[in-house]
């Protein structure tokens, strides 16, 4: 059974940096995409980041420049480096892996607030 987790999220200044973590189980094939999306209460999901086949990325105009997608060393494992964070990104922040389907993590909140 595949299983997503994200880690990472937390409280941060204006103008800080996080990284988040995504790992995904259940399966001993590479996933090649996956994708960062991220909600604010009220609002619908918004695709932040996400890395494809050939690490290609793309990024959301919002977080262009600031925010950098990448896999990690070990098998399925993906990154969220999160630098001049802004209180416009507080926001729960899922990763979702395509394996087939699409799988979701529960998610992991940050908030961007002095």
């Known amino acids: 059974q595949v299983q997503v987790v994200e880690s990472g999220g937390g409280l941060v200044q204006p103008g800080g940096s996080l990284r988040l973590s995504c790992a995904v189980s259940g399966t001993m094939l590479t996933i090649h995409n996956m994708d960062w999306y991220r909600q604010v209460p009220g609002k619908q999901r918004e695709l932040v980041a996400g890395?494809?086949?050939?690490?290609?990325?793309n990024y959301s105009d919002s977080v262009k420049g600031r925010f950098t997608i990448s896999r990690g060393n070990a098998k399925n494992t993906m990154y969220l480096q999160m630098n001049s964070l802004k209180p416009e990104d507080t926001a729960v922040y899922y990763c979702k892996a395509y394996h087939g389907l699409d799988y979701w993590g529960k998610g992991t909140l940050v908030t961007v607030s002095s």
């Open positions: 890395i494809s086949s050939g690490d290609i990325t």
